[in-house]
């Protein structure tokens, strides 16, 4: 699968709010399993900012345990999903070279860490293009003002 639509993909509303009702539930009942956080926090990252920040929250606590019913690869690969999604690429990239430091032939982290690159280059050269029409704009406003001026004298 394509690694810009695993970033890019939304989840449903009425799925996002299934696996938080049984994340609630379990929660309610003792500790919730290893793979309902999985999936509720897998739909976090898919959803809204705030969101996506939860998920953060639930994979890296689910990251720190010792042992666990989803492989640790998981919990990293969307981790650094999640963090490209929130356009925090160096965080993103932590994640994505740990995982091939581990399996450096996993074809799909290597996918994954090709498209945080390119979309880091795309946003710092948007920055800039931003930064210099800002510029540009404020030379303008300037000569535009000192023509104003200049006329009134």
Do not use: C, W
């Amino acid at each position: 699968m394509d690694p810009s639509s695993i970033v890019d993909e939304y989840v449903e509303a009425g799925d996002l709010e299934e696996f938080a009702r049984t994340y609630r539930n379990q929660q309610a009942r003792g500790p919730v399993s290893d793979n309902v956080a999985f999936n509720y926090a897998h739909a976090l990252i898919r959803s809204t900012k705030e969101n996506v920040r939860t998920g953060i929250f639930i994979f890296e606590g689910l990251l720190r345990k010792d042992d666990g019913e989803v492989p640790k690869r998981d919990y990293v690969y969307f981790l650094a999903v999640a963090y490209t999604r929130l356009k925090e690429y160096d965080k993103a990239l932590e994640y994505i070279n740990a995982l091939l430091y581990a399996e450096s032939d996993n074809r799909q982290a290597v996918a994954l860490r090709d498209l945080i690159n390119q979309r880091m280059k795309k946003d710092s050269l948007l920055g800039l293009a931003v930064i210099g029409l800002g510029g540009v704009a404020a030379v303008g406003a300037s000569l535009i003002a000192a023509g104003v001026l200049a006329r009134r004298h």
